[in-house]
């Protein structure tokens, strides 16, 4: 069953964090949209690690997620909220983690999957942000 957009914005609106943050990084592509809706409510340092495994319907694309571009930053004693739309099998998080290792804290939130902050943990669902005409490719 798919979520309103209304809906999954409310639930990040009102999730209430355990530690205080002062980065938050996407993955890119899919945990940016859901990072600038937690940004607007933190207003805390946002970067994008660019990390990429599975296609625009969900095939794995790679054997195993890749690093494609270096850090734009430097992520050594940061507090760090690492943000994906989902967490499926979890290796995109795993390598991202690996990448950030020196961090000072790092704690994941997911839209939907298995995180330290998850709006739901069901079974996939379709986002509101790609259920619209405009984003359909003709």
Same mark, same amino acid.
């Given at each position: 069953?798919?979520? =309103?957009? &209304?809906?999954v914005? *409310?639930?990040? !609106?009102?999730? &209430?964090?355990?530690?205080?943050?002062?980065?938050?990084? %996407?993955?890119?592509?899919?945990?940016?949209?859901?990072? =600038?809706? $937690?940004?607007?409510?933190?207003?805390?340092?946002?970067?994008?690690?660019?990390?990429?495994?599975?296609?625009?319907?969900?095939?794995? *694309?790679f &054997?195993?997620?890749?690093?494609?571009?270096?850090?734009?930053?430097?992520? %050594?004693?940061?507090?760090?909220?690492?943000?994906?739309?989902?967490?499926?099998?979890? =290796?995109?998080?795993? $390598?991202?983690k690996?990448?950030? %290792? =020196?961090? %000072?804290?790092?704690?994941?939130?997911?839209?939907?999957?298995?995180?330290? @902050?998850?709006? @739901? #943990? &069901?079974?996939?669902?379709?986002?509101p !942000?790609? #259920?619209? #005409?405009?984003?359909?490719?003709?």
């Open positions: 069953m798919g979520k =309103s957009f &209304e809906e914005l *409310r639930r990040i !609106w009102e999730m &209430e964090f355990a530690e205080e943050f002062d980065t938050i990084v %996407a993955i890119a592509n899919g945990g940016i949209l859901p990072a =600038s809706l $937690l940004n607007d409510r933190l207003n805390i340092d946002f970067q994008l690690i660019k990390i990429n495994f599975r296609d625009e319907v969900q095939r794995p *694309r &054997e195993h997620p890749r690093l494609l571009e270096p850090l734009a930053f430097d992520p %050594a004693g940061r507090k760090i909220l690492l943000v994906d739309d989902r967490i499926k099998t979890g =290796s995109t998080i795993v $390598l991202a690996e990448i950030l %290792a =020196s961090a %000072a804290l790092i704690r994941t939130f997911a839209v939907n999957g298995t995180a330290d @902050y998850a709006v @739901y #943990d &069901e079974a996939c669902f379709r986002f !942000w790609k #259920d619209t #005409d405009l984003l359909r490719k003709t």
